[in-house]
């Protein structure tokens, strides 16, 4: 399990840019107490969803 500072990092944003997308719903967490955990596998979840994305971007 990663911590948000983790994720951040993996993914190469800020921290509130991960607690954003939390909140939105697109990447899913654990609460562990007062901590907020991600699963490796939703992290892979997310960036396989995001390359999806990717490839549905209109061509010029």
Known sequence: MLTVEEAAKL?????????DLIRNGRLASV???????????????????LAGRAGELPRP
């Not at 993914?11 to 607690?19: E, H, K, Q, S």
Request: hydrophobic fraction near 35%.
């Open 31 to 49: 609460r562990m107490g007062r901590l907020r955990r991600i699963r490796h596998a939703d992290l892979a979840d997310y960036l396989s969803d």
């Open 11 to 19: 993914l190469r944003v800020g921290r509130t840019t991960v607690y």
